[in-house]
């Protein structure tokens, strides 16, 4: 292919993704067009029956607000929203929860201005690095406007610190250290804490920065998080045992039990066996934590110590030195072992930020990396599923015990029945 075809060819494919970002744009704007008129239909439904004293329907369509231009990761989107006349004077007014009064830009937008200062540019190159990702979209992104960004989120930072947990109560906690991408003037990591209430929903409980081995720097969350009312710990912490927050955990909430990550625990077992030996000894390792009692989880624990102990003592005296607590999910919930055998929780939401080497050129300050962390977090957050079984939650908040997965009483319950089914049939 000679010089002349291949830049007709690159001009064609400029101009189809043209054509294509038109469309999708186009797309974009009807779409929001019908959903804005279903919102408006719906409130003016909503006050159908409120009229005036002289028998006129009290709220009604009243053309449109200005237009104004969202700005969306495939470019500005030109938008306007009805509004509403209010007749009777009670100064009822139709709000689009779309498009609050003052949206400029969307979500997604305000979600990369964040990843952007975790991957270490500064403001003063903020509208560059914008323009190359969603095009004329940025212009409206001054380096003045990312500060008034970022002001206000140090403000929501501020005020998450500072929330009273007095009325919350955690069944669950993951936990870990995360390293971020961008450095930062102090070589610290952010410590995270992620919970599950009484609902089953998950939500972030702590974010701070400090060292991750450190024992004082963990005890300062957790006791900040009691000094804040939460007075009663959780059931059970899961987290890496290369954590100083286990030692810190017994002096704050010491009757919370603990569970080890099977992930991080595998990838330490064989990173101290031979590559060859490695995939088997993976599945020798997947059928402990995977067998459906802890005495069968037991047994395959034993078979992997005799299997390997010879010749591999470091590799085995890793797994044995937390044997309890890689099997403490035994005395929880069935339906929850696919959320407690590991900190998944945490690994998976920061999985395209949390990076053992701080390689980029920008630098920033540890506040500022709290605050870019917190805002990903919570955007993150809103797409958190409640974890499954959630309705064994109360049983373990109410002190009932489980063993092997299930609970106690309904165990002695099930033998009880077959008792009586028994009888039934010797009768």
């Known amino acids: 292919m000679n010089k002349n075809t291949t830049n007709r060819t690159e001009n064609q494919n400029l101009g189809f993704q043209d054509v294509l970002t038109e469309v999708l744009r186009a797309g974009a704007q009807q779409m929001l067009r019908a959903a804005i008129e279903i919102e408006i ?77 975790l991957k270490g540019i500064s403001s003063g190159n903020m509208h560059e690095a914008l323009e190359s990702l969603v095009g004329p979209a940025a212009k409206g992104l001054s380096p003045t406007n990312v500060i008034r960004l970022k002001t206000q989120w140090e403000q929501d930072f501020e005020t998450f610190n500072k929330r009273n947990l007095s009325d919350k109560q955690y069944v669950y906690f993951w936990v870990d250290g995360i390293y971020l991408e961008a450095r930062l003037e102090e070589k610290q990591c952010m410590l995270v804490i992620i919970g599950v209430r009484a609902d089953g929903r998950k939500e972030l409980v702590a974010l701070s920065g400090g060292f991750r081995e ?134 998976s939401t920061f999985a395209t930020i949390r990076l053992r080497t701080n390689n980029t050129k920008g630098c920033m300050t540890l506040k500022t990396g709290e605050v870019m962390m917190f805002k990903l977090i919570h955007s993150a957050e809103k797409r958190w599923l409640r974890i499954v079984g959630s309705n064994h939650l109360a049983d373990l908040i109410e002190g009932i015990s489980f063993k092997d997965g299930v609970k106690n009483g309904a165990a002695k319950l099930t033998k009880n029945s077959e008792k009586i089914g028994e009888q039934k049939c010797a009768a």
Not at 250 to 259: A, D, I, L
């Open 41 to 117: 239909n719906t409130f003016i439904e909503q006050y159908k029956d409120n009229v005036t004293e002289s028998g006129l329907q009290q709220i009604v369509r009243n053309g449109y607000l200005p237009a104004r231009t969202i700005q969306t990761g495939i470019g500005n989107i030109a938008v306007e929203v009805p509004r509403t006349r209010d007749r009777g004077g009670e100064g009822i007014i139709f709000h689009s929860a779309l498009l609050p009064p003052y949206l400029k830009r969307t979500k997604q937008m305000d979600e990369l201005i964040p990843w952007l200062y």
């Open 214 to 347: 450190s024992e004082i720097s963990w005890k300062g969350v957790l006791l900040d998080l009691k000094n804040r009312g939460l007075a009663i710990g959780p059931k059970l912490a899961i987290g890496d045992g290369a954590l100083g927050f286990w030692k810190a955990l017994k002096q704050v909430y010491g009757e919370t039990k603990t569970q080890r990550c099977w992930v991080h625990k595998t990838v330490n077992v064989l990173d101290k066996l031979p590559q060859k030996n490695q995939k088997k000894a993976k599945e020798k390792l997947h059928e402990i934590w995977m067998a459906e009692t802890k005495e069968n989880a037991l047994k395959a624990f034993d078979v992997f110590v005799k299997t390997y102990e010879d010749k591999y003592p470091k590799a085995t005296d890793c797994l044995i030195k937390d044997k309890d607590m890689l099997l403490t999910f035994y005395d929880f919930p069935a339906q929850h072992w696919r959320h407690i055998r590991t900190s998944n929780a945490i690994e």
